[in-house]
């Protein structure tokens, strides 16, 4: 897509209702996938320009999603927003190479994030 591509993994919410809304006014592509794995593989499989991750996804450990990105090739420079995030997660995803971790119940930040995110891979471009 030429406004570049949104992956989200992660429960139907707030925060996901606003990274979709923000991506289509955007011109931007977006995709979610509601399981971890099936997200992984996604991403894996077409590489999105900016990764969101609900912090709540507890079908397997957040850290170690975050750690099979970081190790994937193709995946390793893509950056990831986490969000929905308590407070005491924040310093552990920052060191395991989260770019932004945005506090649970700020659906229009994480929003935000990522669009921020992704003007700047395009000023990059």
Do not use: H
Request: net charge positive; aromatic share 4%.
């Amino acid at each position: 897509s030429p406004g570049g591509t949104v992956a989200a993994i992660g429960k139907q919410g707030a925060s996901m209702r606003a990274l979709a809304k923000a991506c289509k006014s955007r011109g931007t592509s977006f995709v979610s996938f509601a399981g971890v794995l099936e997200g992984l593989l996604g991403v894996a499989g077409d590489t999105p320009d900016v990764l969101a991750i609900d912090a709540r996804c507890d079908e397997v450990k957040l850290a170690d999603v975050v750690r099979a990105l970081r190790r994937t090739e193709k995946l390793a420079s893509v950056p990831v927003v986490v969000y929905d995030a308590d407070a005491a997660q924040q310093p552990a995803l920052a060191k395991l190479g989260v770019t932004t971790v945005v506090p649970r119940g700020k659906s229009e930040d994480a929003a935000n994030a990522v669009v921020g995110l992704l003007d700047s891979a395009w000023a990059r471009a």
